[in-house]
Structures are given as C-alpha cells and as structure tokens.
C-alpha cells in the first residue's frame, strides 16, 4: 500500500489528480457526444427533455455524493490509524448504506418528479414527456 503522507508533496499530488483529471475529460466528451446526438438524430425535443432533467439528476448525483464523502472520513480515519480491520468494515457497511440512501434519494425524485419540473418552470409540452402524462 503506498503512503500519501510520504515523498514530495506535488509529485504525490499531481499522480492523485491525474486520474481524476482524466475522467472529467472523458466525462465531458461523453456530455458533448450524448448532446449531439440527442440534437441531431431525436431532433430539439429530445434535447430539451434532457436539459430540463439535467438539474435534477445533479441533485441527485451531488447529495449521493456527499453522503458518500461524509462516510468515507471515518474509513480514513481508521485507515490513518492503521487499523485495516475497522477499515473493511467500515468500506462494507459504507457500501450497503450508500446503496439504500441512493434508493431513497432516487424513490423520492421518482415519486416527486411533476413538482420538481413545476418549480423548475419546465414548458408544459416537456412536462408531459418526462412525466408520461
């Protein structure tokens, strides 16, 4: 296991971010090329239904994230003590609790999904898509 408390600091730093940088990268191609094609082959329609549930699904995405961020401090605090054993554990039940608060995070969006979009001010033609109305 290597340490991050160990060796030159910007080199450390630099070879963490590198990854992360890179999957932003992707991530963004990958927006740009779902947008294209969402615009150019399923016409202005589509695109506006998955612009108006952009907001919506970063809302989800960001409060499971922080939840999950939220629990990952005492993982490393326990990994920071050395104390692996606590630190499987702790990973597994992170996982399990991660799971059911993205259910519930996600049921709610579900079951809440026409007030959302009318807070929103989403057009009513693209209302009617999202929600199957």
Known sequence: ???MTEGNPLKLILLFMLPILLGN????FYILSDLFILGHYLGIRALAVAGAMT?????AIMTSMGFTNGLSIITAQRFGANDIKN??????IGI????????FVFSFLILKMDLILKLMNVPEDIFMIVTGL
Do not use: T
Request: with cysteine; glycine share 0%; hydrophobic share 65%.
């Open 87 to 92: 630190v499987r554990a702790s990973f597994a």
């Open 25 to 28: 990268i992707f991530h963004q």
């Open 96 to 103: 399990v609790l991660s799971c059911l608060f993205a259910l």
């Open 55 to 59: 907001p919506v699904f970063i809302m």
């Open 1 to 3: 296991m290597k340490s």
